[in-house]
Nanobody
Framework: QVQLVESGGGLVQAGGSLRLSCAAS????????MGWFRQAPGKERELVAG???????VYANSVKDRFAISRDNAKNTVYLQMNSLKPEDTAVYYC?????????????WGQGTQVTVSS
């Protein structure tokens, strides 16, 4: 099973940018659909963006036109570029992996990285 490690979180002012990275172990990274999720205090975890093995993407309405998910199969890494950040983007961000469609249950999760956006 793939193992995932996120990095790139931190504190940023509103309007700023961050890029999250998720490094995956294993030789079959390219076969996986990858997702970025987030969970804010007191809220349910939500799917922020997902990318299939063929590069198809899905975004939550709240982040469309601000966030971009991408993958580099040669580096076994998926990225989340976050622009025009808002205080409501503050959350712990997790990457996850599954086979098949972006929606549905994910099988592997990273430990999470904190993103804090100050107003």
């Amino acid at each position: 099973q793939v193992q995932l490690v996120e990095s790139g979180g931190g504190l940023v002012q509103a309007g700023g940018s961050l890029r999250l990275s998720c490094a995956a172990s294993g030789r079959t990274f390219s076969a996986y659909t990858m997702g970025w999720f987030r969970q804010a205090p007191g809220k349910e975890r939500e799917l922020v963006a997902g990318i299939t093995r063929s590069g198809g993407t899905v975004y939550a309405n709240s982040v469309k036109d601000r966030f971009a998910i991408s993958r580099d199969n040669a580096k076994n890494t998926v990225y989340l570029q976050m622009n025009s950040l808002k205080p409501e983007d503050t959350a712990v961000y997790y990457c996850a992996a599954k086979l098949g469609a972006i929606q549905g249950k994910y099988d592997a999760w990273g430990q999470g990285t904190q993103v804090t956006v100050s107003s």
